[in-house]
């Protein structure tokens, strides 16, 4: 059975940093798309960053881009985002994702899916 934990979420303030851990489990990946999402209330899911986890391949939503990195730890099943500066609007849960044949960003496609990690920022 495959499973995706998400950990690191909590409170911050406007400015601070965030680290987010995504465990993968029961399958073992080689050069597949693993992908952090990100929900608000009342708004619909989006993608914040992608990484193949083969090596070299790398994408970001343009709201985070120079301020979130996403990489992973084969040896752990891991990928990680880290979250630098945060905003206000980064408010949301994060979700893992893993293994899609689609664009990474989209939503639609990915086969597995944890079960999110909050994020609040507050001002």
């Known amino acids: 059975q495959v499973k995706l934990v998400e950990s690191g979420g909590g409170s911050v303030q406007t400015g601070g940093s965030r680290k987010l851990s995504c465990v993968g489990s029961?399958?073992?990946?080689?050069?597949?798309?693993m992908a952090w999402f990100r929900q608000a209330p009342g708004k619909e899911r989006e993608g914040v960053a992608a990484i193949y986890t083969g090596g070299g391949r790398f994408y970001y939503a343009d709201s985070v881009k120079g301020r979130f990195t996403i990489w992973q730890d084969n040896a752990k099943n891991t990928v990680y985002l880290q979250m630098n500066n945060l905003k206000p609007e980064d408010t949301a849960m994060y979700y893992c994702?893993?293994?899609?044949?689609?664009?990474?960003?989209?939503?639609?496609?990915?086969?597995?899916w944890g079960q999110g990690t909050q994020v609040t920022v507050s001002s």
């Open positions: 994702a893993a293994d899609t044949r689609m664009p990474p960003l989209r939503v639609g496609g990915y086969k597995y």
């Open positions: 029961g399958y073992r990946y080689t050069d597949h798309c």
